[in-house]
Nanobody, 122 residues
Framework: QVQLGESGGGLVQPGGSLRLSCAAS????????MGWHRQAPGNKREFVAA???????HYADSVKGRFTITRDGSNNTVYLQMNSLKPDDTAVYYC????????????????WGQGTQVTVSS
């Protein structure tokens, strides 16, 4: 189900930063783990980061130390702060959510967004 609203993508220089947002309903947000995947042209969809309803975080090795996933209960939004961006980070970024962490990690949550394009280029 398309129940998540993604925003924040755009064009950024290498080394720059972007913050992606994924807004959910209160009922989804309070009960779900949420996470981000990305897909570059010709590539398979890749796990990026996830956060449980209790705030535990998980990251792909490729983004550890550069990306931070957080959740804000005041506006039912999960954020992906992306720093030190590289051209290899260029992809469409998708948000998904589910009560089961496993489904979020594999990108098959019950709820998903339509994606937002991130382009890292000079």
């Amino acid at each position: 189900q398309v129940q998540l609203g993604e925003s924040g993508g755009g064009l950024v220089q290498p080394g720059g930063s972007l913050r992606l947002s994924c807004a959910a309903s209160g009922s989804i947000f309070s009960s779900s783990a949420m996470g981000w995947h990305r897909q570059a042209p010709g590539n398979k969809r890749e796990f990026v980061a996830a956060i449980t309803s209790g705030g535990s975080t998980h990251y792909a090795d490729s983004v550890k130390g550069r990306f931070t996933i957080t959740r804000d209960g005041s506006n039912n939004t999960v954020y992906l702060q992306m720093n030190s961006l590289k051209p290899d980070d260029t992809a469409v970024y998708y948000c998904n959510a589910d009560s089961r962490l496993y489904k979020v990690v594999v990108g098959r949550g019950d709820y998903w967004g339509q994606g937002t394009q991130v382009t890292v280029s000079s």
